[in-house]
Protein backbone atom coordinates (compact mmCIF):
# COMPACT_ATOMS: atom_id res chain seq x y z
CA UNK A 1 0.00 0.00 0.00
CA UNK A 2 1.53 2.90 -1.39
CA UNK A 3 0.99 6.00 0.89
CA UNK A 4 1.09 9.57 0.01
CA UNK A 5 1.40 13.03 2.32
CA UNK A 6 -1.89 13.80 3.39
CA UNK A 7 -3.90 10.44 3.21
CA UNK A 8 -3.63 6.82 2.18
CA UNK A 9 -4.36 4.18 -0.72
CA UNK A 10 -7.16 2.13 0.11
CA UNK A 11 -5.54 -1.57 -1.25
CA UNK A 12 -4.59 -4.98 0.42
CA UNK A 13 -8.34 -4.48 2.71
CA UNK A 14 -8.38 -8.12 3.30
CA UNK A 15 -5.10 -7.30 5.63
CA UNK A 16 -5.51 -4.05 6.99
CA UNK A 17 -9.36 -4.45 7.74
CA UNK A 18 -10.52 -1.61 5.73
CA UNK A 19 -9.88 2.02 4.25
CA UNK A 20 -7.87 4.46 6.35
CA UNK A 21 -9.20 7.74 5.54
CA UNK A 22 -8.67 11.35 6.32
CA UNK A 23 -6.10 14.14 6.41
CA UNK A 24 -2.42 13.17 8.15
CA UNK A 25 -1.00 16.16 10.00
CA UNK A 26 0.77 15.75 13.07
CA UNK A 27 1.35 18.59 16.25
CA UNK A 28 3.82 19.77 18.31
CA UNK A 29 1.94 18.34 21.95
CA UNK A 30 3.55 20.08 24.97
CA UNK A 31 1.71 21.74 27.76
CA UNK A 32 -1.26 22.97 26.04
CA UNK A 33 -4.05 20.38 25.07
CA UNK A 34 -3.26 17.43 22.34
CA UNK A 35 -5.21 17.81 19.19
CA UNK A 36 -3.33 16.34 16.15
CA UNK A 37 -5.79 15.25 13.24
CA UNK A 38 -4.56 11.95 12.13
CA UNK A 39 -6.79 9.02 10.07
CA UNK A 40 -9.33 7.40 11.94
CA UNK A 41 -11.54 4.48 11.12
CA UNK A 42 -13.80 2.68 13.72
CA UNK A 43 -12.42 -0.54 15.06
CA UNK A 44 -13.30 -3.63 13.22
CA UNK A 45 -16.01 -5.33 14.36
CA UNK A 46 -15.30 -8.40 16.88
CA UNK A 47 -12.13 -6.09 18.56
CA UNK A 48 -13.72 -3.39 20.21
CA UNK A 49 -17.98 -3.57 20.50
CA UNK A 50 -18.00 -0.75 23.18
CA UNK A 51 -21.73 -1.34 25.33
CA UNK A 52 -20.07 0.36 28.47
CA UNK A 53 -17.50 2.87 29.31
CA UNK A 54 -16.64 3.52 32.77
CA UNK A 55 -15.42 6.76 33.36
CA UNK A 56 -13.79 8.72 35.87
CA UNK A 57 -15.01 12.29 36.80
CA UNK A 58 -12.12 14.21 36.19
CA UNK A 59 -11.12 12.63 32.63
CA UNK A 60 -15.20 12.87 31.70
CA UNK A 61 -14.78 16.40 31.45
CA UNK A 62 -11.49 16.35 29.95
CA UNK A 63 -11.46 17.57 26.26
CA UNK A 64 -9.72 14.04 25.35
CA UNK A 65 -12.15 12.09 27.45
CA UNK A 66 -15.14 13.96 25.45
CA UNK A 67 -13.70 12.73 21.86
CA UNK A 68 -13.11 9.52 23.16
CA UNK A 69 -16.43 9.06 24.37
CA UNK A 70 -17.73 10.64 21.02
CA UNK A 71 -16.49 7.64 19.39
CA UNK A 72 -18.64 5.41 21.66
CA UNK A 73 -21.98 7.54 21.48
CA UNK A 74 -24.02 4.69 22.15
CA UNK A 75 -22.05 3.23 24.88
CA UNK A 76 -23.26 3.37 28.80
CA UNK A 77 -21.56 5.50 30.67
CA UNK A 78 -21.19 4.45 34.34
CA UNK A 79 -19.28 6.70 36.77
CA UNK A 80 -16.20 5.13 38.98
CA UNK A 81 -14.41 6.99 41.38
CA UNK A 82 -11.16 5.37 40.04
CA UNK A 83 -9.68 3.48 37.15
CA UNK A 84 -8.01 0.85 39.55
CA UNK A 85 -11.00 0.02 41.54
CA UNK A 86 -13.69 -1.38 39.05
CA UNK A 87 -15.00 -4.47 41.33
CA UNK A 88 -17.06 -5.92 38.50
CA UNK A 89 -14.06 -5.77 36.32
CA UNK A 90 -11.22 -6.73 38.34
CA UNK A 91 -12.30 -8.26 41.46
CA UNK A 92 -14.94 -11.11 40.37
CA UNK A 93 -13.69 -14.33 39.46
CA UNK A 94 -16.67 -15.59 37.40
CA UNK A 95 -15.11 -12.59 35.06
CA UNK A 96 -12.90 -15.11 34.02
CA UNK A 97 -15.92 -17.15 31.96
CA UNK A 98 -16.73 -13.64 30.56
CA UNK A 99 -13.00 -12.88 29.07
CA UNK A 100 -13.08 -12.03 25.64
CA UNK A 101 -16.57 -10.42 26.34
CA UNK A 102 -15.59 -8.14 28.55
CA UNK A 103 -12.34 -7.13 26.77
CA UNK A 104 -14.36 -6.48 23.56
CA UNK A 105 -17.76 -4.50 25.21
CA UNK A 106 -15.75 -2.30 28.56
CA UNK A 107 -13.39 0.55 27.92
CA UNK A 108 -12.35 2.97 30.95
CA UNK A 109 -11.01 6.42 30.90
CA UNK A 110 -8.98 7.48 33.55
CA UNK A 111 -5.93 9.92 34.48
CA UNK A 112 -2.16 8.37 34.81
CA UNK A 113 -0.76 9.82 37.78
CA UNK A 114 2.98 9.20 37.43
CA UNK A 115 3.72 10.89 34.40
CA UNK A 116 7.49 10.28 34.92
CA UNK A 117 9.99 8.87 32.67
CA UNK A 118 11.97 5.68 34.38
CA UNK A 119 15.29 4.02 32.60
CA UNK A 120 14.82 0.38 31.60
CA UNK A 121 17.79 -1.48 29.36
CA UNK A 122 15.87 -3.67 26.91
CA UNK A 123 14.27 -2.28 23.72
CA UNK A 124 14.84 1.00 24.90
CA UNK A 125 16.39 3.12 27.27
CA UNK A 126 13.67 5.01 28.76
CA UNK A 127 10.03 3.85 29.49
CA UNK A 128 7.21 6.44 28.87
CA UNK A 129 4.38 7.25 31.01
CA UNK A 130 1.32 4.77 29.61
CA UNK A 131 -1.21 6.35 27.78
CA UNK A 132 -2.85 3.24 28.14
CA UNK A 133 -3.30 0.27 30.53
CA UNK A 134 -4.87 -3.39 29.30
CA UNK A 135 -5.53 -4.53 25.90
CA UNK A 136 -8.92 -5.24 24.09
CA UNK A 137 -6.60 -8.40 22.74
CA UNK A 138 -5.97 -11.85 24.88
CA UNK A 139 -2.92 -13.74 24.41
CA UNK A 140 -2.96 -16.33 27.09
CA UNK A 141 1.12 -15.86 27.96
CA UNK A 142 0.64 -11.93 28.77
CA UNK A 143 1.64 -10.41 31.75
CA UNK A 144 -1.04 -7.81 31.87
CA UNK A 145 -3.76 -9.63 32.90
CA UNK A 146 -2.30 -9.39 36.00
CA UNK A 147 -2.17 -5.86 36.82
CA UNK A 148 -5.39 -5.22 37.70
CA UNK A 149 -6.65 -8.87 37.49
CA UNK A 150 -8.94 -10.96 35.17
CA UNK A 151 -9.56 -9.58 31.61
CA UNK A 152 -8.53 -5.72 32.35
CA UNK A 153 -9.91 -4.20 28.81
CA UNK A 154 -8.74 -1.34 28.38
CA UNK A 155 -8.47 1.77 29.73
CA UNK A 156 -7.43 4.76 28.19
CA UNK A 157 -5.84 7.67 30.12
CA UNK A 158 -6.87 11.18 28.81
CA UNK A 159 -3.94 13.56 30.22
CA UNK A 160 -2.03 13.31 26.93
CA UNK A 161 -1.11 16.89 27.87
CA UNK A 162 0.72 16.15 31.07
CA UNK A 163 2.01 12.78 29.71
CA UNK A 164 3.70 14.92 26.43
CA UNK A 165 4.80 17.64 28.44
CA UNK A 166 6.59 15.03 30.97
CA UNK A 167 8.70 13.26 28.13
CA UNK A 168 9.16 16.49 26.48
CA UNK A 169 10.78 17.99 29.38
CA UNK A 170 13.02 14.13 29.86
CA UNK A 171 14.20 14.39 26.61
CA UNK A 172 15.23 17.91 26.61
CA UNK A 173 17.40 17.36 30.23
CA UNK A 174 19.24 14.08 28.48
CA UNK A 175 20.77 16.13 25.47
CA UNK A 176 22.35 14.70 22.72
CA UNK A 177 23.04 10.70 22.71
CA UNK A 178 27.11 10.60 24.43
CA UNK A 179 27.13 6.94 23.21
CA UNK A 180 25.61 3.83 22.23
CA UNK A 181 23.16 1.41 23.40
CA UNK A 182 21.67 -1.90 23.12
CA UNK A 183 18.48 -0.26 22.09
CA UNK A 184 19.90 2.87 19.05
CA UNK A 185 23.23 3.69 18.46
CA UNK A 186 22.33 7.47 18.11
CA UNK A 187 18.92 8.33 19.98
CA UNK A 188 17.38 7.99 23.12
CA UNK A 189 14.56 4.89 22.79
CA UNK A 190 11.56 5.66 24.96
CA UNK A 191 8.92 2.88 25.12
CA UNK A 192 5.19 3.62 24.87
CA UNK A 193 3.21 0.34 24.97
CA UNK A 194 4.45 -1.53 28.60
CA UNK A 195 1.05 -2.20 29.51
CA UNK A 196 -0.86 -2.26 26.29
CA UNK A 197 -0.76 -2.83 22.83
CA UNK A 198 -0.29 1.07 21.01
CA UNK A 199 -1.90 0.19 17.71
CA UNK A 200 -5.12 -1.10 18.95
CA UNK A 201 -5.20 2.15 21.54
CA UNK A 202 -4.94 4.19 18.09
CA UNK A 203 -8.63 2.69 17.25
CA UNK A 204 -9.54 4.26 21.14
CA UNK A 205 -8.00 7.85 21.00
CA UNK A 206 -5.87 10.55 19.17
CA UNK A 207 -3.05 9.61 22.18
CA UNK A 208 -0.61 7.56 20.25
CA UNK A 209 -0.90 9.68 16.99
CA UNK A 210 -0.05 12.85 19.61
CA UNK A 211 3.20 10.90 20.66
CA UNK A 212 4.05 9.80 17.28
CA UNK A 213 3.97 14.01 16.40
CA UNK A 214 5.87 15.13 19.21
CA UNK A 215 8.88 12.17 18.88
CA UNK A 216 8.91 13.43 15.28
CA UNK A 217 10.53 16.90 16.16
CA UNK A 218 12.50 15.60 19.33
CA UNK A 219 16.07 15.98 18.35
CA UNK A 220 17.40 13.57 20.14
CA UNK A 221 14.74 10.88 20.73
CA UNK A 222 12.50 8.71 19.15
CA UNK A 223 9.99 6.20 20.46
CA UNK A 224 8.81 2.24 20.48
CA UNK A 225 6.37 -0.03 20.79
CA UNK A 226 5.09 -3.60 20.18
CA UNK A 227 2.15 -4.57 18.25
CA UNK A 228 0.37 -7.91 16.95
CA UNK A 229 -2.80 -5.32 15.66
CA UNK A 230 -2.41 -4.34 11.76
CA UNK A 231 -3.88 -0.78 12.05
CA UNK A 232 -4.35 0.92 8.85
CA UNK A 233 -4.56 4.26 9.95
CA UNK A 234 -0.87 3.89 11.44
CA UNK A 235 -0.02 4.93 7.56
CA UNK A 236 -1.33 8.27 7.95
CA UNK A 237 0.99 9.23 10.73
CA UNK A 238 4.19 10.43 9.62
CA UNK A 239 6.59 9.53 11.86
CA UNK A 240 9.45 10.25 9.92
CA UNK A 241 11.85 7.56 11.06
CA UNK A 242 11.23 8.83 14.41
CA UNK A 243 8.73 6.04 16.18
CA UNK A 244 9.88 2.11 15.62
CA UNK A 245 7.13 -0.26 16.02
CA UNK A 246 8.34 -3.61 16.76
CA UNK A 247 5.83 -6.46 15.11
CA UNK A 248 5.67 -9.41 17.84
CA UNK A 249 6.03 -12.67 15.35
CA UNK A 250 5.86 -16.45 15.91
CA UNK A 251 4.81 -19.03 13.67
CA UNK A 252 1.28 -19.27 12.83
CA UNK A 253 0.44 -22.90 13.91
CA UNK A 254 0.99 -21.42 17.73
CA UNK A 255 -0.10 -17.86 17.71
CA UNK A 256 -3.52 -19.54 16.27
CA UNK A 257 -3.76 -20.89 20.01
CA UNK A 258 -2.27 -18.28 21.81
CA UNK A 259 -2.74 -14.77 20.04
CA UNK A 260 -6.27 -14.78 20.45
CA UNK A 261 -8.09 -11.80 18.79
CA UNK A 262 -5.17 -10.85 17.22
CA UNK A 263 -4.44 -9.46 13.68
CA UNK A 264 -2.99 -12.86 11.87
CA UNK A 265 0.87 -13.44 11.88
CA UNK A 266 0.95 -13.32 7.87
CA UNK A 267 -1.54 -10.25 7.80
CA UNK A 268 1.75 -8.43 10.24
CA UNK A 269 4.32 -9.65 7.83
CA UNK A 270 2.66 -8.67 4.76
CA UNK A 271 1.98 -4.90 6.76
CA UNK A 272 5.80 -3.87 7.05
CA UNK A 273 6.74 -3.11 3.80
CA UNK A 274 3.90 -0.35 3.48
CA UNK A 275 4.83 0.62 7.02
CA UNK A 276 8.27 0.99 5.97
CA UNK A 277 7.29 3.27 2.94
CA UNK A 278 5.07 5.37 5.17
CA UNK A 279 8.39 6.69 7.40
CA UNK A 280 7.86 3.85 10.09
CA UNK A 281 11.14 1.72 11.43
CA UNK A 282 9.75 -1.65 11.85
CA UNK A 283 11.34 -4.37 13.52
CA UNK A 284 10.34 -7.80 14.88
CA UNK A 285 9.97 -9.51 18.14
CA UNK A 286 10.09 -13.00 17.62
CA UNK A 287 8.23 -14.64 21.12
CA UNK A 288 7.44 -15.54 23.24
CA UNK A 289 9.16 -18.51 21.69
CA UNK A 290 7.03 -22.01 23.03
CA UNK A 291 9.19 -24.95 22.87
CA UNK A 292 6.77 -27.64 21.26
CA UNK A 293 7.45 -30.84 19.01
CA UNK A 294 9.26 -29.27 15.78
CA UNK A 295 9.47 -25.49 17.14
CA UNK A 296 12.64 -24.96 15.75
CA UNK A 297 11.67 -26.23 12.14
CA UNK A 298 8.52 -24.31 12.69
CA UNK A 299 10.90 -21.03 13.72
CA UNK A 300 13.02 -21.49 10.85
CA UNK A 301 9.84 -21.04 8.07
CA UNK A 302 8.64 -18.34 9.98
CA UNK A 303 11.73 -16.80 9.05
CA UNK A 304 11.95 -18.10 5.89
CA UNK A 305 8.21 -16.13 4.92
CA UNK A 306 9.55 -13.07 6.11
CA UNK A 307 12.92 -13.27 3.89
CA UNK A 308 10.48 -14.14 0.93
CA UNK A 309 7.73 -11.67 1.84
CA UNK A 310 9.44 -8.44 3.02
CA UNK A 311 11.45 -5.68 -0.07
CA UNK A 312 15.46 -5.37 0.35
CA UNK A 313 14.39 -1.95 1.82
CA UNK A 314 12.88 -3.41 4.68
CA UNK A 315 14.93 -5.99 5.11
CA UNK A 316 18.14 -4.34 5.60
CA UNK A 317 16.13 -2.04 8.93
CA UNK A 318 15.18 -5.01 10.20
CA UNK A 319 16.87 -5.83 13.75
CA UNK A 320 14.90 -7.94 16.36
CA UNK A 321 14.51 -9.70 19.90
CA UNK A 322 13.98 -12.76 20.70
CA UNK A 323 12.53 -13.77 24.00
CA UNK A 324 11.75 -17.47 25.08
CA UNK A 325 8.36 -17.96 27.42
CA UNK A 326 8.16 -16.54 30.37
CA UNK A 327 5.06 -18.08 32.45
CA UNK A 328 3.70 -18.25 36.20
CA UNK A 329 1.67 -20.13 37.92
CA UNK A 330 -1.01 -17.45 38.90
CA UNK A 331 -1.57 -16.92 34.93
CA UNK A 332 -2.22 -20.52 34.97
CA UNK A 333 -4.89 -20.76 37.21
CA UNK A 334 -6.61 -17.79 35.17
CA UNK A 335 -5.99 -19.25 31.91
CA UNK A 336 -7.45 -22.43 32.94
CA UNK A 337 -10.45 -20.70 33.63
CA UNK A 338 -10.86 -19.32 29.92
CA UNK A 339 -8.52 -21.15 27.67
CA UNK A 340 -7.16 -24.20 28.84
CA UNK A 341 -6.26 -25.20 25.59
CA UNK A 342 -3.53 -22.36 25.76
CA UNK A 343 -2.35 -23.95 28.86
CA UNK A 344 -0.97 -27.36 27.12
CA UNK A 345 1.43 -25.68 25.50
CA UNK A 346 2.31 -22.91 28.22
CA UNK A 347 2.39 -25.00 31.01
CA UNK A 348 5.10 -27.50 30.54
CA UNK A 349 6.61 -28.07 34.50
CA UNK A 350 8.69 -31.05 33.63
CA UNK A 351 11.25 -28.33 31.53
CA UNK A 352 10.52 -25.28 33.30
CA UNK A 353 11.78 -23.88 36.64
CA UNK A 354 11.52 -20.87 39.14
CA UNK A 355 12.71 -17.51 38.08
CA UNK A 356 12.18 -14.30 40.15
CA UNK A 357 11.74 -11.30 37.66
CA UNK A 358 13.40 -7.44 38.30
CA UNK A 359 10.29 -6.36 39.48
CA UNK A 360 9.96 -9.65 42.12
CA UNK A 361 7.51 -11.39 40.39
CA UNK A 362 7.42 -15.20 40.75
CA UNK A 363 7.46 -16.64 37.26
CA UNK A 364 8.71 -19.92 35.28
CA UNK A 365 11.16 -20.05 32.67
CA UNK A 366 12.40 -22.98 30.73
CA UNK A 367 15.26 -24.11 32.50
CA UNK A 368 18.39 -23.17 31.73
CA UNK A 369 20.70 -26.49 31.32
CA UNK A 370 17.76 -26.36 27.99
CA UNK A 371 17.32 -23.01 27.51
CA UNK A 372 20.95 -21.83 26.60
CA UNK A 373 20.93 -24.34 23.51
CA UNK A 374 17.93 -23.25 22.16
CA UNK A 375 18.27 -19.92 22.43
CA UNK A 376 21.73 -20.54 20.51
CA UNK A 377 19.85 -22.88 17.80
CA UNK A 378 17.42 -20.04 17.11
CA UNK A 379 19.52 -17.01 16.68
CA UNK A 380 21.81 -19.53 14.52
CA UNK A 381 18.44 -20.48 12.40
CA UNK A 382 17.57 -16.64 12.02
CA UNK A 383 20.62 -16.24 10.81
CA UNK A 384 21.05 -18.89 8.26
CA UNK A 385 17.20 -17.73 6.69
CA UNK A 386 17.21 -13.68 7.38
CA UNK A 387 20.77 -12.71 7.55
CA UNK A 388 20.08 -8.98 7.17
CA UNK A 389 18.40 -9.27 10.49
CA UNK A 390 20.15 -7.84 13.42
CA UNK A 391 19.65 -9.29 16.78
CA UNK A 392 19.35 -6.83 19.14
CA UNK A 393 19.21 -9.79 22.43
CA UNK A 394 18.25 -13.15 23.24
CA UNK A 395 17.06 -14.37 26.09
Given at each position: ????????????????????????????????????????????????????????????????????????PDAERIEVAS???IPELHG???????????????????????????????????????????????????YVARRKGFANPITAFVNIDQIAASIRRHAARQGPKP?????????????????SDCAVDAKVSDNIADLVALFRDLPHAKATFATKYVNPDLLGYEPRGKTRLRFSLMPEPIARVTDVRTSPVRARIAAIDDLVAAGWEVNLNF????V???WLQAWRGLFREVAETLSAPARAQLAAEVIFLTHSAELHEINLAWHP???????????????????????LRYRLDHKRGWVRDLVATLREELPECSVRYAF
Open positions: MAVARGGTRAAQLDLFGGPAGGPAAGNDVGEREASATVPWTPPAPGLLDIERVYVEPAAREHPRGQAILARFHWRDPEQAARWNVTKRTSLVLGAKRDVGCRPYERSCDFVAPSVANGCAMSCAYCAPTQADPGLWVYELGTNGPVITDGTAEALLWRPEIQEPKVSGTGGHN
